[in-house]
């Protein structure tokens, strides 16, 4: 356990006595040994509790730097998602004047963000059509290689826009491009290919591959070039929502009305640190060939994200719960919910997702079922607390643990603990650190856990009973 501050003040207020100077100036509380003493102790706390953090850190990821620490091992890119948008024109020329809509053309939304077409329209006048953007800007930068070495590595520049991510990324060497090829994997010597790495502080790095051994290791004086695409993460925009052309090319530009249709995929921000941490849970070796059952849950989560709920379940898992049929052969079943996306994108992008990793499963896609978990707490508290605060205190570490925005709801067959309950209320509510308090929890039966269950706690299904102690007359008889 981690000393406290008061302990190291002991230790040292003992150590003082034994010199009689010393004693006489901290009885007589002399600034001069006081802060001395009180600096000590403080920075002793803070490295006791280090010490007992890092002897937990092989179970639990506590502190944001081994998080990132292990992200940066398993690979964890710091990239965004750009959201992707179909958008309805309408050309109010009278006549004459035709609207043409390539891939590449630029709009801007209310905000002044940037939109690139990914698909093209001729819009006669007086009609209507529609194409899909994704928002997105692209910068290049270039690089010359000196003193070079296997494992060749360049750090991409950070933009001078703190607001925008990077979401993509290009690379050339001397003009040719290289693909990516992640952890160099089957990559022949004098094979182009590079590979990405970040580090803790999410820097990233592009790493080349060591000559005539795999890969390619540019030479001395070669160009390399980036051209790096940046989003600003996630959509807030609603239906109906303005755009307009970032230039006009022809008369019909000036007769547009565009104005957002739908959101294919609203995009994401870059991955936050309690996502990482739920994510380093995954053994280290679990990649993007995900050979094991476990590794398509992870697999599917980040190359597709943020996800509200994702179930991933094979035929024995299905067989157990539904009985057997010979349809279940080599199926992967998925249950998934994706907030303000379009369905059908969403099952292809994870159907793009799995194959690339395994082609030889069928997918099959099954429709999540809410399942709010019946939960009870009882709890009593000293006279000098409020009930109503208790309650509410005690629902909010609840619903970080287990409400329907909490990590572990978000994973399929999720099972109540009511031993991380309990230390959680413990450490988190004042009002149940006191001798004078008492707490109960009861996890109710909640029928057949079903795989494609999205199991949380919900405000109607949690109870929260809060009364006041008496003072235990125990305490005070002596």
């Known amino acids: 356990m981690a000393y406290s501050r008061d302990d ?21 509380g002399d600034p001069r040994l006081l802060m001395n003493l009180g600096a000590m102790a403080t920075m002793l706390t803070m490295i006791s509790q280090q010490v007992d953090l890092e002897s937990m850190e092989v179970f639990n990821r506590v502190r944001d730097t081994t998080v990132l620490a292990d992200a940066s091992v398993k690979g964890i890119l710091p990239f965004a998602r750009p959201p992707r948008l179909t958008l309805a024109i309408t050309n109010d020329a009278a006549s004459g004047a035709t609207l043409s809509v390539v891939v590449g053309r630029r709009l801007l939304d209310q905000q002044g963000l940037v939109y690139v077409a990914e698909s093209e329209v001729t819009i006669a006048p007086g009609a209507s059509g529609k194409v899909n953007v994704k928002q997105m800007t692209t910068r290049t930068w270039s690089h010359f290689v000196q003193n070079s070495t296997p494992f060749y590595a ?27 090829t992640p952890e160099f994997a089957n990559l022949a010597p004098d094979e182009p290919g590079y590979a990405l790495e970040t580090d803790q502080f999410r820097r990233l790095n592009i790493k080349f591959g060591w000559e005539k051994t795999f890969g ?14 940046e989003t600003h993460g996630a959509t807030t925009l609603a239906v109906n929502s303005t755009f307009t052309f970032e230039s006009v090319n022809s008369a019909a530009d000036k007769f547009a009305t565009i104005k957002l249709a739908s959101v294919i995929f609203p995009g994401a921000d870059q991955v936050d640190i309690e996502t990482m941490r739920e994510w380093s849970r995954y053994p280290s070796t679990y990649d993007a060939t995900a050979v094991y059952l476990g590794n398509f849950d992870f697999l599917i989560r980040r190359n597709i994200f943020p996800l509200r709920f994702l179930s991933v379940w094979n035929e024995q898992i299905e067989e157990a719960v539904r009985g057997p049929s010979v349809s279940n052969i080599n199926v992967l079943f998925i249950a998934v919910r994706m907030d303000g996306v379009d369905t059908a994108w969403l099952k292809r992008e994870i159907a793009r997702v799995v194959a690339a990793a395994d082609n030889s499963y069928r997918l099959r896609f099954v429709n999540a079922i809410d399942k709010p978990l019946p939960l009870s707490i009882t709890a009593s508290v000293s006279i000098v607390h409020d009930p109503a605060d208790v309650e509410a205190q005690i629902r909010s570490v609840v619903y970080s643990l287990y409400g329907s925005d909490a990590p572990a709801a978000k994973q399929g ?4 603990n009511v031993k991380r309950i309990a230390d959680a209320l413990r450490s988190g509510v004042v009002a149940l650190q006191d001798d004078a308090s008492d707490v109960q929890i009861s996890v109710q039966a909640a029928g057949v856990a079903l795989p494609e269950q999205y199991r949380y706690v919900s405000p109607t299904s949690l109870v929260v009973q809060v009364t006041q102690s008496t003072y235990n007359d125990g305490l005070w008889s002596h």
């Open 8 to 28: 190291f003040v002991a230790a040292l207020s003992a150590e003082a006595s034994k010199y009689p100077l010393a004693a006489q100036y901290y009885q007589a």
């Open 216 to 229: 390619v290791q540019p030479a001395n004086g070669s160009q390399i070039d980036l051209t790096i695409e």
């Open 154 to 180: 360049v750090q991409v520049p950070v933009s001078s826009d703190s607001d925008i991510t990077i979401s993509g990324l290009l690379v050339s060497v001397d003009g040719a491009m290289q693909p990516y």
């Open 413 to 416: 067959m999720l099972a109540l």
